[in-house]
């Protein structure tokens, strides 16, 4: 249990040292966040005995953030950990109804992505075949 603290502690620090890093380039943006394991790993360490649900990185409220959906006790939780230290930023009880609601509106954004890498793909195949031969 001590070593598994221990790890986690070490996890977290090292996260915290690729954030504090200047940022320059948009690959760098990546190397900084935890990964989705270290994730695992900052969201066991602040909520015990929790059921991970789902886990993704997405951008809520205009800021990137790990976002699990946890079932406790009391329900599905939506746990919100910054992607850069592990921290808690937010964690809130879920109705029933907000989370078909927020799935319904995750449906929709993924049917309108897509459809735009269908038409992005068009729109290459179409160049693809204006191009002339042997270029």
């Given at each position: 249990m001590k070593q598994t603290v221990v790890s986690i502690a070490l996890l977290l620090a090292a996260a915290s040292a690729f954030a504090a890093a200047p940022v320059k380039h948009k690959k760098k943006i990546h190397?900084?966040?935890l990964t989705r394991k270290q994730a695992y790993a900052a969201l066991a360490a602040q909520v015990k005995g929790a059921k991970i649900l789902e886990a993704e990185l997405e951008r809520e409220s205009?800021?990137?953030?790990w976002s699990f959906d946890v079932e406790a006790n009391n329900g599905i939780t939506e746990i919100w950990l910054d992607p850069h230290t592990g921290a808690l930023i937010k964690s809130q009880v879920e109705s029933a109804r907000k989370e078909?609601?927020?799935r319904r509106q995750e449906m929709k954004q993924r049917a309108a992505a897509k459809k735009d890498e269908q038409a992005e793909i068009k729109k290459d195949v179409k160049e693809d075949r204006k191009a002339p031969a042997g270029h």
């Open positions: 190397a900084a966040l205009g800021r990137l953030i078909a609601q927020e």
